[in-house]
């Protein structure tokens, strides 16, 4: 169901499927997507300081005017507001703007050098303090986890990444997986780019379902968390609609072989 949660390492529980709102800018749209989304049953919302939109969030949460843990709000702090003083001084901006007393997840966006072990620690503050339930990462690989592992004192439970079928990062989510840190999938649909690819045309048409529908549904079997971003009712509403089918082994397969290791994104740097 669209409203399936995973276990965090930390104990918490997280919608294993969301929406992402990243460069929606225009106000009016964000919220009517965001309502959109929860009456589709949607629990999650993606935000990010970089995104500039949080306040926006905090405008079409107060307007759902629900209770404060029937939803998950997920923001990340920006590149130039890494360090310790930085971090707790942009995250007090953040949660004004959310109009909100906790976040349910907060994610350092991506890894830099400079300021690596006093991000975590503000971040550790934070969730000490009760400002942030859980604390997480984005756009880490494998030699960033184990580097932050020599100093943290808690690992982060989520790990932000983008995979989609032309980037399925097998082993970096098997390396998520034996840390008890869960893959969170960014981009999950590819941003469209393998909606033509005829292996998933083939297999929409025999579940009677889209290919951004097979590559969701793909995803949720593999084990990932997803935030697919759509501001289109119809599109928020069909990218819900995943959970009266099943992909067998061999079509899981057919989807895993599409990976090409290409990047939307820039490799996130070397830690050094
Ligand atoms: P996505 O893969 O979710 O693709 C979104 C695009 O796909 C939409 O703009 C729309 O054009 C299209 N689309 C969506 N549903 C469709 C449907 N059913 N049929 C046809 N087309 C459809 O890409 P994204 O927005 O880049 O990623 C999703 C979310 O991930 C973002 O909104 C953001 O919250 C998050 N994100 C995080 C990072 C990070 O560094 N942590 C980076 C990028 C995005």
């Given at each position: 169901r669209i409203d399936s949660r995973v276990k965090l390492a930390d104990g918490n529980q997280m919608p294993i499927q969301g929406l992402g709102v990243y460069k929606m800018t225009d106000e009016a749209q964000l919220i009517q997507s965001v309502k959109s989304a929860y009456d589709d049953g949607y629990r999650l919302f993606d935000t990010a300081q970089m995104y500039g939109n949080e306040a926006a969030v905090g405008k079409a949460i107060k307007e759902l005017?629900?209770?404060?843990?029937?939803v998950f709000i997920t923001t990340k702090i920006a590149e130039e507001n890494q360090g310790y003083d930085q971090v707790m001084a942009s995250f007090e901006t953040s949660l004004k703007k959310l109009q909100l007393d906790y976040v349910d997840l907060l994610l350092v966006h991506w890894p830099i050098h400079t300021h690596f072990f006093e991000t975590w620690r503000a971040f550790e503050k934070l969730k000490e303090q009760g400002l942030v339930k859980s604390i997480g990462t984005s756009n880490y690989g494998m030699l960033h986890l184990q580097y932050l592992a020599t100093k943290a004192n808690e690992m982060p439970v989520v790990n932000q990444l983008e995979v989609h079928p032309y980037l399925a990062q097998p082993a970096m989510i098997d390396f998520n997986r034996e840390n008890q840190i869960v893959t969170q999938a960014w981009a999950p649909l590819g941003r469209g780019k393998a909606f033509d690819d005829p292996v998933l045309v083939k297999l929409a048409k025999a579940h009677g379902k889209s290919a951004a529908q097979v590559i969701l549904r793909w995803h949720l079997q593999r084990g990932d968390a997803f935030i697919p971003k759509s501001v289109h009712p119809q599109r928020i509403k069909q990218n819900a609609d995943i959970y009266d089918f099943e992909l067998s082994a061999d079509e899981m397969k057919q989807v895993d072989d599409l990976n090409r290791n290409t990047r939307l994104s820039q490799e996130p740097e070397m830690v050094y």
């Amino acid at each position: 169901r669209i409203d399936s949660r995973v276990k965090l390492a930390d104990g918490n529980q997280m919608p294993i499927q969301g929406l992402g709102v990243y460069k929606m800018t225009d106000e009016a749209q964000l919220i009517q997507s965001v309502k959109s989304a929860y009456d589709d049953g949607y629990r999650l919302f993606d935000t990010a300081q970089m995104y500039g939109n949080e306040a926006a969030v905090g405008k079409a949460i107060k307007e759902l005017n629900v209770n404060r843990d029937d939803v998950f709000i997920t923001t990340k702090i920006a590149e130039e507001n890494q360090g310790y003083d930085q971090v707790m001084a942009s995250f007090e901006t953040s949660l004004k703007k959310l109009q909100l007393d906790y976040v349910d997840l907060l994610l350092v966006h991506w890894p830099i050098h400079t300021h690596f072990f006093e991000t975590w620690r503000a971040f550790e503050k934070l969730k000490e303090q009760g400002l942030v339930k859980s604390i997480g990462t984005s756009n880490y690989g494998m030699l960033h986890l184990q580097y932050l592992a020599t100093k943290a004192n808690e690992m982060p439970v989520v790990n932000q990444l983008e995979v989609h079928p032309y980037l399925a990062q097998p082993a970096m989510i098997d390396f998520n997986r034996e840390n008890q840190i869960v893959t969170q999938a960014w981009a999950p649909l590819g941003r469209g780019k393998a909606f033509d690819d005829p292996v998933l045309v083939k297999l929409a048409k025999a579940h009677g379902k889209s290919a951004a529908q097979v590559i969701l549904r793909w995803h949720l079997q593999r084990g990932d968390a997803f935030i697919p971003k759509s501001v289109h009712p119809q599109r928020i509403k069909q990218n819900a609609d995943i959970y009266d089918f099943e992909l067998s082994a061999d079509e899981m397969k057919q989807v895993d072989d599409l990976n090409r290791n290409t990047r939307l994104s820039q490799e996130p740097e070397m830690v050094y």
